[in-house]
């Protein structure tokens, strides 16, 4: 069951350029979370958002949730050639006993 | 330092052979949870273990098995009636169902 969706699927940009990475989800959550994946290696943490927070920073990231439009957003500023990597989203349903459901991804290419 | 191993890196399964993914965390987590990753997709979720000596399926245990004898280990068994195993399997372990995961850095699984 596929409760994430990014969009875009892919985006290229520069150096120094902002990504905007967006996620859209099915069911009421209790948080959301946004992971990044370098090519062939395991995802790493990058922040989580609780339910009742419309926003949240990690030094150049910056996450929204829009839980009235079931949706979140996770903006990257001065982006740079190692921000490329795959970025998802994962929500955890909002049900006891579940894990995590994990999207597609979008697949950032930035370009020095 | 604290983390979680999987091994091998790369395996290879010939036809009517099971073949198991190892999966050690030193974390101190309660919960462990097994992805299979294929091309341009996400995680899609095989098992999932909130605590020792139970686990649950996910979406897609139909040829798989696991067993949680130990909080530290999770291994995975790819079994025979797995007819398209190669695929690239995550291993992942956190605190709760609501925590961020931490993951290994995977096994690349094909067929000979």
């Known amino acids: 069951s596929q409760q994430g969706e990014e969009d875009p699927q892919a985006l290229s940009i520069q150096e120094g350029e902002n990504a905007t990475m967006n996620c859209s989800y099915k069911t009421s959550i209790n948080n959301l979370q946004w992971y990044r994946q370098n090519s062939g290696r395991g995802l790493v943490h990058l922040i989580l958002i609780r339910s009742n927070e419309r926003e949240k920073h990690s030094g150049r990231l910056r996450v929204t949730l829009d839980t009235s439009k079931k949706s979140s957003s996770l903006l990257i500023t001065a982006s740079r050639a190692a921000d490329t990597a795959s970025y998802f989203c994962?929500?955890?349903?909002?049900?006891?006993?579940?894990?995590?459901?994990f999207g597609k991804g979008t697949t950032l290419s930035v370009s020095s | 330092d604290g983390g979680i191993t999987q091994s091998p890196k790369y395996l290879f399964r010939k036809e009517g052979q099971n073949v198991t993914l190892s999966c050690e965390q030193n974390l101190n987590h309660d919960a462990m949870y097994w992805y299979r990753q294929d091309p341009g997709q996400g995680l899609r979720l095989i098992y999932y273990s909130q605590i020792v000596n139970d686990f649950q399926k996910g979406d897609i245990a139909e040829g798989y098995s696991v067993s949680r004898e130990k909080k530290e280990s999770f291994p995975l068994t790819v079994t025979s009636a797995q007819k398209n195993p190669t695929a690239f399997y995550l291993c992942a372990s956190s605190h709760d169902r609501n925590q961020p995961q931490h993951f290994g850095d995977g096994t690349r699984l094909s067929i000979l």
């Open positions: 994962a929500t955890d349903g909002n049900q006891a006993g579940t894990a995590l459901i």
